[in-house]
């Protein structure tokens, strides 16, 4: 989406470009005649030529040297165009496939105004680069949520640091780099890359999630009643998991979920839960705990329900119409409100609910609305597809 470009990024691109220019076609750098010459218009002099060619060596001389420079000493603040170098602090894991990274800048600069500038846009991400294949994967940044008995670093709440929420998957080039990193070491990556600016006129917003899709629905909730303490916002969170254990103790806010698998199966209309009342005994995990200070900042006007494969349960088309259906009641003006549906996970997840996102001259676009979604006919609401 839309991201701020730094000003010293400007001034390089404009290097870049004069350079090229240059370089293709020398006649491009234009000296100014005297309107009282009497030299050929067809060609240069001699003098002027050389001076021309001295102008060109020296600016390609500038150039390369102001290029290696940028190589050599990288930009301590976060951007989208170069790698950051940042440390890993820390790696603690909170399920069996799941661990929260808590990174820090390796030179302290002004990197907490860029975060600040994107919390309050919307959702964002960063590329990570493993360095030993040359390839990148982007992952997003869990938000500063400020309850002192959450397991967040302190700096993630007041200065540089970041954390991330990363499963280990058993074919992931990148995610199997970095849960191989130890305490220490140095990574590197670029960004903010907004992948969603919230509008100023949401009135509603439904945000369906697969396994850690969770993080973008935790920007998107701290955004709304954290940074920008909207008031007349609606939010709810159906978040489906494989495994218990990546939701541990969350319970949910209205009646869920029918048995099948949580993507890889159709997802039917029923909206049944297994009653276990050991889930109210059952201590609250990281993510749930970060969902449920999220609700109170909310002052109600946010709602989590959770569905595991494991026990069965699944998000439904009923599960989906309870909420849009309820909301399309709260209006009650004239005035057109944005409600937005957005859909964060796996792959095959997203394109179950909404249909696939596509490549189209090397760039991914959101693709048509499919799936279960268009099935349902909702009017009046916007699905994006992150």
Known sequence: MVAKFPAVWGLESTIRALAWKTCRNPRSVQFRENATSSNSSNSLPKRRRWLQ??????????????????????????????????????????????????????????????????WRKGLWSVQ??????????????????????????EAVRNGDNLQFLIRRE???????????????????FRGPQMEFELPDDIREVLFIAGGTGIAP???????IFGERQLKDVRMRILWANRRRDDCLGGRNDFPAAAPTSWWSRVFSGATSRRDDPELANEPKGFTVSQLEELKLQSRGRLSVD????????????????????????YETDNRRKTKLILISGPDGFISYLAGPKL?????????????????LNLKGWTVWKL
């Open 53 to 118: 060619i001295t102008i060109l060596t020296v600016a390609a001389g500038g150039i390369g040297a102001y290029l290696q420079y940028r190589e050599k000493n990288p930009s301590s603040t976060l951007n989208p165009f170069t790698f950051t170098k940042y440390q890993l602090i820390s790696k603690a894991p909170i399920s069996s496939t799941c661990s929260v990274f808590t990174l820090r800048p390796v030179k302290q600069a002004q990197n907490y105004e860029v975060y600040l500038e994107a």
């Open 128 to 153: 990570f680069k493993q360095p030993h294949l040359q390839v990148g994967r982007d992952y997003t940044p869990l938000p500063p949520i400020g309850e002192d008995e959450l397991p967040i670093d």
């Open 170 to 188: 058993p074919e992931g080039e990148v995610s199997g780099y970095l849960h191989s990193l130890k305490p220490g070491a140095i990574l590197e």
């Open 217 to 223: 629905a935790l920007q998107a909730a701290h955004t």
């Open 306 to 329: 959770y569905f595991v494969d494991e026990e069965n349960t699944l998000i439904g088309k009923e599960t989906i119409l309870h909420f849009t259906g309820q909301m399309d009641k």
């Open 359 to 375: 490549w189209r001259n090397g760039v991914e676009i959101q693709g048509p609305l499919q799936g279960l979604l268009e099935q």
